[in-house]
């Protein structure tokens, strides 16, 4: 356990007034839970073993890869394959030994996280899917612990405190006022689709953590009922009030046992859609294309380029599924999305052979950009 005994690592720290030796002892006492080892839990996690919190938690079952290295800086390509989680505490570890590092190598679900969020103070959502960041949300609702929310979306990011005990006994807003349900898979791409620049999760991570560090030191105006948005390409920062809404909290749950029953995956529409698709190489897509019995859809936006002129097909974005689908002819036996990359259009293929059982779906595999040549 780190206890306050080199000033000199801290000084510049306590040098401030508003922190002194009496914040950095809050900070030596104090827990943060970081769920998720990624693109916001890894410069999240650097400041807040810089800043000395006493207890760090890391969960995340993930591996790392190598596209992981432009914005998960505290690994390199030696640690390609390892465990996020127990790999980053090791980093920690050697980066300031005088902490307690504690390893969670698993997902936080909605079966653990009761048992695991109550060991820290603050919990900081480094998560990249929704039903983590609702089921975090609730969690920390139900338990009165503060949740410091990130997301990024290609250039822009974004950071607010949830569930931050108030001095009348109540919490303040959560992300269910943000976001009362979840946006369609089309409006909320992980960054393998819609990409990433590496500096952005880090600014936005690095964010959530003096979030934490202001919340434990009792700093003022930490972004509760707000949420700050800022764009790296035209450098714009703005803050903006979130509503209360407590007639649109109604579907989260207010139990503990309505927790852990709560599918958090079917109500963010990622399982409750999921049905058996094949993925098929270009080539058999080339067959496919002299087949009359097959109709082809691109689910990309219509403002995306390349445009298809190729062959025929209708342009169907995602998120107009399944209403859009069209009527299918007794001559047209088949289905075929494609899209950029190949995730939006397997999500719209699960999403047709719920709708359309009795016809055969398809998704190319790595979409337009694994065969330009077809395009």
Known sequence: MHHITDNNRYMRQTALPQIGEQGQQKIQAASVLVVGAGGLGCPALLYLAAAGVGHIGIADADTIALNNLNRQTLFTPADVGKPKAATAALKLQQFNPNLQYTVYNQYLTNQNALQILPLFDVVIDGSDNLPTRYMLSDACQLLQKPLVYGAVYRFEGQVAVFNLPQANGGNSISYRNLFPYPPDAQNAPDCAVS???????????????????????????????????????????????????????????????????????????????????????????????????????????????????????LQIPLSQLPQALPPISDAQTQLVFFCQTGARSLLAAQIAAKTRPEICVFSLKNGIAGCPQLF
Request: with cysteine; aromatic share 8%; glycine share 6%.
């Open 195 to 313: 990409g990433i620049l590496g500096v952005l999760p880090g600014i936005t991570g690095t964010m959530q953590a003096a979030e934490a560090l202001k919340i434990i030191t009792g700093l003022s105006n930490p972004l509760t009922g707000k949420l700050l948005t800022f764009n790296l390409l035209e450098q714009m920062w703005f803050t903006t009030s979130i509503p209360v809404q407590l007639n649109l909290q109604t579907n989260a749950p207010i139990t503990p046992e309505a927790f852990m029953q709560f599918d958090y995956p079917a109500f963010c529409r990622q399982t409750a859609l999921v049905h058996p698709v094949a993925e098929i190489t270009p080539a058999l897509f080339a067959q496919m294309l002299q087949q009359p019995n097959t109709l082809f859809i691109d689910v990309r936006n219509e403002t995306e380029l390349p445009r298809v002129t190729a062959f025929t097909h």
